[in-house]
Structure formats: structure tokens, C-alpha cells
């Protein structure tokens, strides 16, 4: 299983990023998909999930300014808007089968938002 994450970077306040996560080895659409994140120091939060069939769920801090979305090509994004230097973490894809107890992360992405 490999959740490869890509598209972070530095980016100004109010700026934005999308992050894209590809997945292989899983039948993708059985697994609930998400994006978490850690900030330095702190522990790793969930920043978005969407199961498959586009139900999502957001952290409150990122709500209305962060999309989830996903595809068929086994893609997921993270379309993050007007961020914030509060939104600087490594940011982890994560592919999560909870009856059977499988979870799966990416090696992370960096986002640094600067002020």
C-alpha cells in the first residue's frame, strides 16, 4: 500500500494550495480517505475526511476554508484557502478500513504559511 502526497510548499497569508494524494494497493473504494496534520510540537490532528461515497467531515478550524474531495483515479485533493500561519504542518494522507482495522498513511507534506 503506498499513499504518496504531494503539493505542499510555502505559501503567504490568505494564499492557497491543493494538495493530491495517490493511492495503490487498496481497493479505494472501500477505504474512508483523509488528510490530518502536525504542527510542530503538537499532536497530529484530523484536518478532512470523505468516505466514498463524498460524505465529509471537517475539523471546525478549517471549515469553510478547506475542501475535500476525491475520484475515481484514486486521487484525493485538499483544496486549502485563505490560509493561515496556524495551518503550518506536515500534512499526512491517510486511507482508513475501520471493520477491518486497516489504516494507511502517506510520508507527509509540508505546508509553511508565512506572515
Known amino acids: 500500500v503506498q499513499l504518496q502526497a504531494s503539493g505542499g510548499g510555502l505559501v503567504q497569508v490568505g494564499g492557497s494550495l491543493r494538495l493530491s494524494c495517490e493511492a495503490s494497493?487498496?481497493?479505494?473504494?472501500?477505504?474512508?480517505m483523509g488528510w490530518y496534520r502536525q504542527a510542530p510540537g503538537r499532536q497530529r490532528e484530523l484536518v478532512a475526511q470523505?468516505?466514498?461515497?463524498?460524505?465529509t467531515n471537517y475539523a471546525d478550524s478549517v471549515k469553510g476554508r478547506f475542501t475535500i474531495s476525491r475520484d475515481n483515479a484514486k486521487m484525493v485533493y485538499l483544496q486549502m484557502n485563505s490560509l493561515e500561519p496556524e495551518d503550518t504542518a506536515v500534512y499526512y494522507c491517510?486511507?482508513?478500513?475501520?471493520?477491518?482495522?486497516?489504516?494507511?498513511w502517506g510520508q507527509g507534506t509540508l505546508v509553511t504559511v508565512s506572515s
Open positions: 491517510n486511507a482508513q478500513r475501520i471493520a477491518i482495522r486497516r489504516y494507511y
Open positions: 494497493g487498496i481497493t479505494f473504494s472501500f477505504y474512508l
Open positions: 470523505i468516505s466514498s461515497s463524498g460524505n
